[in-house]
């Protein structure tokens, strides 16, 4: 076990499992992030650039990529809305790409605090057009790392841009944990990349498509991918959710409160529950479903004003009341803002 | 168990590296632990702030509204942590620069000249291993000398030369709070 | 007859470039692009790059210049061309890695990409295509309009009040410690064309011999949005552009003239 800041954790993760290329801009609160690569990548003598802006950032990123090689770029809640046009060429290129977002409060140039305010400009499509991107929302330090290395994974599985989303907190936060052990980087590239064509037909690398069939046979490709992404790729934890009345639901760091605030509201003989989604896109729709036909209430917590609340609403239909708690701007809700909000929903929950 | 502690001081003041420093010891003990900075524009001179959790089982909330141990490093901090103290918890004074009284009833206080000690020992810069010294001496969350191994093992490498008045600065905390002989200290 | 020679008795004296595919264009007639394609392509045949060339096609007539080529290529957002091309040779620094630009793409909306690749010495080479207008679109505006020029978005003809000067990108780019080989050319005429064959073969050996970053600025022609002959639009380059941009050498570095 190491004490990490999740920044650093996340930086050292992509390297220990391949990462061959980084290109970003420094924002806070993801800067460490920037600054431990611009030291081990090049002691490591793999490529990094300090880009003149996020577009450039991502941009080299579609490059690189294209050339079939490990990359990741990461950014900040206002980098990410520069990066979005990117975002959606990588997207369109069925290119591997892995992008972090250390989000910060907004809208505008808003604060560095911790926030959660992204889930629609990262969950939804990122970029224009018509696709979902793979969104992996860590709550500790060590689970930034195992989705790093999992983003990876996941993008080259699908071809598929894969993000990890984690609010300030988790960036800037420090934990024991456990980093995965150096491998080596891999020597052969994909057959699809661009390296030259000696000994092949020339490979094209576009997301231009002209022909509304030729384009609407594309997209429906990616929502095949995309459909076998939702069934095989959601994740998510559950706690004392066996017998619950109440079902609690949040993310990242407002997750892992209510987790504090689930555990008190136990003590204090209330029947609740607590699933983190793990995974933002793909959704856990099935199971929250599922869960919602079991319990009398819900109760969505989130450091933005109600995104994701919006995905449970979908999941829950009819079934139950979905209540929501939220703090916005970058700040943190606290273990007992959470308590009294199940206090306040708890006697409809078991009504 | 699960301890929650805050410290809070000037940026500069060591306030962060006090923070982590009881957290290595804390994970070195073998305590799950998490430490949260306040960050921003606090760090270029203002007030700053980390929260510490140890416990003996995984952490929920690494963010804690009313900690049972605040350590205040100056009279911003004091101002605004000695009324969020838990009722029965510690309030551990840098008496170097706070010299105001403690209102609340049901709170341990423990006043310290860290500063002066500091200084007394090579720098001011010291002040925040004195307060540390002074916390564990006061409440044994982990032993003193976790805190010096943690030094040992955790100090910059371009601070090396530090080490020795650095466990200096600890003892010294440890002894002015408590007996540090009973405490194994070297 | 010459239909009945033997094959053996026949001499090639021209024919399709290895790198250029064997499709047809989608350029008007009396378009330069063509010209500047085949350069591009004999350069790298001459240089026996076609297996190891990559080209980052831009947004703009050039859109499908990833198409015309016969090697691996791919297609940038617009403006975006050099981070990409940045990106592709960071990590394949032994291979020919080039983008084809126009005026709109490389000297405004890319202007951010390419300066800071120029700056960076990133050993790329882009190619500059600047006909003084947006082709693709319609013939609107572009940075590169002469003042007093009429485009569809500057009906009046260009007004500096209005709309500013024309950015001279060689210029600008040639002020920058990175680059090593920046030079102006022009498509309007045989001699200039050989002289422009020359310069982008030179570019791409600067680029392999990693001396840092390279641009060849070709003038051109768009006869369609400048409403004119093909014939026509050549004058206009040589009495109207060639002023305004002058043909030369902008910046190249002593170890350029040693390759």
């Known amino acids: 076990m190491e004490m990490l800041k999740g920044n650093v954790a996340i930086a050292e993760a992509a390297i220990r499992v391949g990462l061959e290329a980084y290109f970003g801009y420094p924002i806070t609160p993801q800067t460490e992030l920037l600054e431990h690569l611009s030291r081990r990548m090049v002691e490591l003598d793999r490529p990094f650039v300090q880009a003149e802006s996020e577009v450039a950032a991502i941009n080299m990123v579609y490059g690189a990529a294209c050339a079939g090689v490990r990359v990741m770029t990461s950014s900040s809640s206002p980098g990410i809305s520069l990066m979005q046009e990117g975002l959606s060429y990588i997207a369109g290129s069925d290119i591997p790409c892995v992008l972090v977002d250390i989000m910060r409060g907004g809208p505008g140039l808003g604060n560095i605090l911790p926030s959660q305010g992204d889930y629609f400009q990262i969950t939804r499509s990122a970029g224009h057009g018509d696709y979902r991107p793979i969104v992996l929302a860590p709550a500790s330090v060590q689970e930034a790392i195992d989705f790093t290395v999992l983003a990876f994974d996941l993008a080259e599985k699908y071809r598929h841009l894969v993000i990890v989303a984690a609010d300030g907190q988790i960036g800037q936060m420090m934990e024991p944990a456990e980093l995965p052990a150096m491998r080596p980087l891999r020597t052969a590239r994909p057959d699809w990349a661009l390296t030259g064509k000696a000994g092949r037909e020339k490979n094209v690398i576009t997301s231009i498509y002209l022909k509304g069939e030729e384009m609407e046979a594309y997209n429906q490709r990616v929502q095949a991918r995309i459909a076998t992404i939702r069934t095989a790729e959601q994740r998510w934890v559950e706690t004392d959710t066996e017998d619950a009345d109440l079902l609690v639901i949040g993310f990242g760091t407002a997750g892992r409160v209510a987790y504090s605030a689930v555990e008190e509201a136990r003590a204090k003989g209330l029947n609740v529950g607590l699933l983190r989604p793990q995974s933002l896109f793909p959704f856990p729709t099935e199971r929250i479903a599922e869960l919602a036909q079991q319990v009398s209430g819900i109760l969505v917590v989130e450091m933005n004003a109600g995104q994701m609340l919006e995905d449970v609403r979908l999941a829950v239909g009819t079934s139950a009341p979905v209540d929501f708690y939220g703090r916005m701007g970058g700040m943190v809700p606290m273990p007992d803002e959470i308590l009294t909000a199940i206090e306040d929903v708890y006697p409809v929950a078991i009504r | 168990m699960q301890h929650e502690l805050i410290f809070s001081g000037f940026g500069g003041q060591g306030v962060m590296f006090a923070g982590q420093l009881l957290a290595y010891a804390a994970m070195d003990t073998g305590y799950h632990v998490t430490w949260i900075p306040s960050y921003g524009p606090e760090m270029r001179g203002g007030t700053a702030h980390c929260t510490v959790v140890i416990s003996d089982k995984p952490i929920g909330s690494p963010v804690v509204r009313r900690p049972q141990i605040a350590i205040v490093f100056n009279k911003p901090s004091f101002d605004k942590y000695e009324p969020l103290v838990r009722p029965g918890g510690l309030l551990v004074i840098n008496s170097s620069l706070v010299d105001d009284p403690v209102t609340r009833e049901r709170l341990d206080v423990l006043r310290i000249p860290a500063t002066q000690m500091a200084e007394q020992v090579g720098t001011p810069r010291l002040t925040n291993v004195v307060l540390l010294g002074a916390l564990l001496a006061e409440r044994p969350i982990l032993p003193v000398n976790a805190l010096c191994d943690a030094l040992d093992a955790h100090i910059p490498a371009h601070r090396r030369n530090l080490l020795p008045q650095n466990i200096e600065a600890v003892r010294r905390g440890a002894a002015y709070a408590g007996d540090f002989e009973t405490m194994g200290i070297p | ?259």
């Open chain 3, 1 to 259: 007859m010459m239909r009945d020679a033997p094959i053996s008795d026949r001499v090639v004296v021209y024919e399709r470039p290895q790198a250029l595919a064997d499709i047809h264009t989608h350029y008007c007639p009396g378009c330069t692009h063509g010209i500047s394609h085949r350069l591009v392509a004999e350069a790298i045949d001459e240089l026996g790059l076609n297996d190891r060339a990559i080209i980052v096609a831009s947004v703009g007539c050039s859109v499908f210049s990833y198409n015309y080529f016969d090697i691996d290529a791919c297609e940038a957002a617009h403006g975006r061309a050099p981070a990409m091309a940045t990106g592709l040779k960071r990590v394949s620094p032994d291979r020919l890695v080039f983008t084809y630009q126009g005026d709109g793409d490389l000297a405004s909306i890319g202007t951010a990409e390419i300066i800071h690749a120029a700056a960076r010495g990133e050993p790329v080479t882009a190619v500059f295509v600047n006909n003084a207008i947006y082709g693709m679109t319609g013939g609107q505006m572009a940075p590169t309009s002469l003042p007093g020029q009429k485009t569809t978005s500057s009906p009046f003809g260009r007004s500096t009040d209005i709309a500013g000067f024309p950015i001279r990108m060689s210029e600008v780019l040639a002020e920058l410690d990175g680059s090593a080989y920046i030079v102006r050319r022009s498509l309007h005429n045989v001699k200039e064309i050989r002289r422009a064959k020359k310069a982008i073969k030179t570019a791409f050996k600067v680029q392999m011999a990693g001396l840092g970053f390279s641009m060849v600025e070709l003038l051109s022609t768009c006869p369609t949005n400048w409403g004119m002959s093909a014939s026509d639009a050549l004058t206009w380059v040589a009495d109207t552009m060639v002023p305004y941009y002058p043909l030369g050498d902008y910046r190249v570095i002593d170890a350029v003239k040693d390759l």
